[in-house]
Nanobody
Framework: VQLQASGGGLVQAGGSLRLSCAAS????????MGWFRQGSGKEREFVAA????????SYGSSVKGRFTISRDNAKNTVTLQMNSLKPEDTAVYYC?????????????????WGQGTQVTVSS
């Protein structure tokens, strides 16, 4: 699976951004898809994950209620809608794929990673 993330940018606090991840490869529809982020000088942290069929989702505590993950298996895409953004959401956001049918919330469960897209939230 090859992953290409896009949609990052600069936004004011309280604003919204929509990240997309385009995947290639026949295993996309059987993979759990996730988003992680890494702020400057920080460890990469879990943001959200969605199961292969889109039925189950999981969110990191810092984004729950503000971010929504979704997927379209027909288009091989996964999307992260980010609302009510805060300066502390500033980070490089990575999409990732885990070849499993359940939900993966731990970094080392993921097999494939995209290149990352920068999100900057100004105060």
């Amino acid at each position: 699976v090859q992953l290409q993330a896009s949609g990052g940018g600069l936004v004011q606090a309280g604003g919204s951004l929509r990240l997309s991840c385009a995947a290639s490869g026949r295993t996309f529809s059987s993979s759990c898809m996730g988003w992680f982020r890494q702020g400057s000088g920080k460890e990469r942290e879990f943001v959200a994950a969605i199961s292969w069929g889109g039925v189950s989702t999981s969110y990191g505590s810092s984004v729950k209620g503000r971010f929504t993950i979704s997927r379209d298996n027909a288009k091989n895409t996964v999307t992260l809608q980010m609302n009510s953004l805060k300066p502390e959401d500033t980070a490089v956001y990575y999409c990732a794929a885990a070849q499993m049918y359940g939900l993966a919330v731990v970094l080392n469960e993921y097999d494939y990673w995209g290149q990352g897209t920068q999100v900057t939230v100004s105060s």
